[in-house]
T-cell receptor, first 113, second 113 residues
Framework: AQSVTQLDSQVPVFEEAPVELRCNYS??????LFWYVQYPNQGLQLLLK??????LVKGINGFEAEFNKSQTSFHLRKPSVHISDTAEYFC???????????FGQGTRLTINP | DTAVSQTPKYLVTQMGNDKSIKCEQN?????MYWYKQDSKKFLKIMFS???????INETVPNRFSPKSPDKAHLNLHINSLELGDSAVYFC????????????FGPGTRLTVT
């Protein structure tokens, strides 16, 4: 079975500052990893995914994440945030060969002007 | 064009009633899912169907019954609604049942009074 822990429930940052949202996972098998974003009153949208290959993956809206197998982490980063990045961010894991996503508890990113 | 749509968007009903939520996807995917998001934003899978066949049923009460008339539709019927059923229900779809990338609908906010 897989599990995901998002270490911060809320992250406030100032506009144009860098941000990192932390995600750790647990799994006894190899994994696929995902970050989803949920804007207010909307469904989830895929930001980026790690399936294999390069451990640094780039996604939409300037976000990137790095898969670190030894630390079982998949932290999300953006060098300069914008007001429009205000949203809830979810890290998710799927075990290879599994048929479902397991989501973390979410991190609310709040951008202050 | 809406990729994954759900109706209704809001549903307010009394305890003990029976209600249905409908989901349709026009992405040509063969796998569809129902997720429940509670008041703390925790997202958990309930069911998934692949080519109209149930493949995941996650310890959900029998009062919840999914129905997939075809690959493009997955409906959720809930009998004898309880206060604890209040949540946002998301439908999602993917190509293949191994969760590489799921597309989410806008959600249905169910309030049971």
């Amino acid at each position: 079975a897989q599990s995901v822990t998002q270490l911060d429930s809320q992250v406030p940052v100032f506009e144009e500052a860098p941000v990192e949202l932390r995600c750790n996972y647990s799994s006894s098998v190899s994994v696929y990893l995902f970050w989803y974003v949920q804007y207010p009153n909307q469904g989830l949208q895929l930001l980026l995914k790690y399936l294999s290959g390069s451990t640094l993956v780039k996604g939409i809206n300037g976000f990137e994440a790095e898969f670190n197998k030894s630390q079982t982490s998949f932290h999300l980063r953006k060098p300069s945030v914008h007001i429009s990045d205000t949203a809830e961010y979810f890290c998710a894991v799927s075990g290879r060969g599994a048929q479902k996503l397991v989501f973390g508890q979410g991190t609310r990113l709040t951008i202050n002007p | 064009d809406t990729a994954v749509s759900q109706t209704p968007k809001y549903l307010v009903t009394q305890m003990g009633n029976d209600k249905s939520i409908k989901c349709e996807q026009n992405l040509g995917h063969d796998t569809m899912y129902w997720y429940k998001q509670d008041s703390k934003k925790f997202l958990k899978i309930m069911f998934s169907y692949n080519n109209k066949e149930l493949i995941i049923n996650e310890t959900v009460p029998n009062r919840f019954s999914p129905k997939s008339p075809d690959k493009a539709h997955l409906n959720l019927h809930i009998n004898s609604l309880e206060l604890g059923d209040s949540a946002v229900y998301f439908c999602a779809s993917s190509q293949g049942s191994f969760s590489y990338e799921q597309y989410f609908g806008p959600g249905t906010r169910l309030t049971v009074t």
